[in-house]
């Protein structure tokens, strides 16, 4: 264990739970992980205890940003449920359900959050999702993008943004501006070429703390680019706030849409509606010859939202420049605002926009309970 991580440890051992032992000895403290100054920890109790141990989680979070040399702390409280509860083997596995008397709640002063996902990576999701987030701008709406993919960030590439979010009051961080655009990252926190080496739990803090404990301000949409596939970051933000609906990203080929399936039965397992399914990289036009080649298969997103019930938002073209202005920083929203592929996200942005608009999305999500 590093030294950091020592000091870390000495000063939580002065922290008392609530049966009165050191909280070092009571057997709940995972590894302590530290990464350029940032410290990252949790906890895991038994699920009746959690709200008993949540003074204990603050103070621990206390504590470690006490320490010298510790620029901010993440603690995540985690419950697991009690020794012989186990569900037979035989049992079907029961959906993830709400607990008793609690709701998620939403984020003061954002009327939508949403939610742009995709069941694997490389298909251009986060792409998507900041054009997505420039066209409902272009609609007239205040939108702020959080990019929850803790260990490949992505938006501060794709919009051009550099720089720390600053400190409002209290714990509330200031997110940064790009084109207009309200954006938190964790890739603002670390250096580019920092490994995220976090668990489960450490990755659920973080989204938590940048989904609560940042000044948001008035929006009427917030767009969450998700990581890829169907764990942690997915179910977090499920728990934390009611989404609004679920956008899908995917190729034309079969391998890419098997992933977008369970991305959108993985949204429905916890009630959030899927606003429908982006068909990126449909196609490609040769610029000196006009030439169509369907590279990866063509109309599959397609079939695949006619075959779920869900709606079909539209067809992005794999396109030099599509990809030259995301490597610039400069998404195409923003550096070509009325050229041709603009106009494909902002119809893909219209249609988001009056599902949301029109009320017909936007129920409370459960709480999740992850069962050992």
Known sequence: MSVAADRVRAALAAIRTPDGRPLTEAGVLSDIVVTDGKVAFSLTVAAPQVKA????????????????????????????????????????????????GIRSQGIPNVSHIIAVASGKGGVGKSTTAANLALGLQSLGLKVGVLDADIYGPSMPKLLGIHG???MASGRMLRPLDGFGLKVMSIGFLVEEDTPMIWRGPMVMSAITQMLREVEWGTLDVLVVDMPPGTGDAQLTIAQQ????????????????????????????RVDVPCLGIVENMSYFLCPNCGTRSDIFGHGGARAEAGRLDVPFLGE????????????????????????????????????????????????????????A
């Open 53 to 100: 141990w949540e003074l204990v989680r603050q103070a621990a979070e206390v504590a470690a940003k006490a320490v010298p040399g510790v620029a901010d702390a993440f603690v995540a409280l985690t419950a697991e449920r009690a020794p012989g509860h186990e569900r037979a083997a035989s049992a079907p596995a029961p959906r993830p359900a709400a607990a008793p």
């Open 241 to 268: 706030v009611p989404l609004a609906g679920a956008v899908i990203v995917s190729t034309p080929q079969d391998l890419a849409l098997i992933d977008a399936r369970r991305g959108i039965a993985m949204f429905k």
């Open 164 to 166: 720390r979010p600053d």
């Open 316 to 371: 992005v073209p794999l396109h030099m420049a599509i990809r030259e202005t995301s490597d610039s920083g400069r998404p195409l929203m923003a550096s070509e605002p009325q050229g041709p592929h603009a106009g494909i996200y902002r119809a893909i942005a219209e249609q988001v926009w009056g599902q949301l608009s029109a009320g017909a999305v936007g129920q409370p999500a459960p709480r999740i309970v992850i069962e």
